[in-house]
C-alpha cells in the first residue's frame, strides 16, 4: 500500500507563490494517476491538478494558469507550484494516486493565504 506525504504548505501573502511536493513510499512510475485536491472548511474536497502516466495534466478552471503540476518518476515525487495565490485558495492541499481503481490519499498539507 503507497503510502503519500505531502510538504511545503504555509502562510503566503496574496499575489504569493508556493511550492508543494508529493512523496510516494514506492515507486510512481506504472501509477496511472495521480493529483492535488483541496478542501477548505465546509466545502467538499475538489480538484486542484492532476498528471498522468503519460504526462498529460488537467486543471481545475479556477487553478488553470495559476497552477503548474509535474510528475518525476525517478524520485517519485510530484510537485504542484502554486502562483498569484488569493485568499479563497486557503485549505488543506492533498496529494492522491490511483492504483487499479483504489484512491490513496496523504494527509495533507496547509495552505493559508492571507496578509
Known amino acids: 500500500q503507497v503510502q503519500l506525504v505531502e510538504s511545503g504548505g504555509g502562510l503566503v501573502q496574496p499575489g504569493g507563490s508556493l511550492r508543494l511536493s508529493c512523496a510516494a513510499s514506492?515507486?510512481?512510475?506504472?501509477?496511472?494517476?495521480m493529483g492535488w485536491y483541496r478542501q477548505a472548511p465546509g466545502r467538499q474536497r475538489e480538484l486542484v491538478a492532476q498528471?498522468?502516466?503519460?504526462?498529460?495534466?488537467n486543471y481545475a478552471h479556477s487553478m488553470a494558469g495559476r497552477a503548474t503540476i509535474s510528475r518525476d518518476n525517478t524520485k517519485n515525487t510530484i510537485d504542484l507550484r502554486l502562483n498569484s495565490l488569493r485568499p479563497e485558495d486557503t485549505a488543506v492541499y492533498y496529494c492522491?494516486?490511483?492504483?487499479?481503481?483504489?484512491?490513496?490519499w496523504g494527509q495533507g498539507t496547509q495552505v493559508t493565504v492571507s496578509s
Open positions: 492522491k494516486a490511483m492504483i487499479l481503481g483504489v484512491a490513496y
Open positions: 514506492e515507486t510512481i512510475h506504472g501509477i496511472s494517476l
Open positions: 498528471v498522468l502516466r503519460d504526462g498529460t495534466t
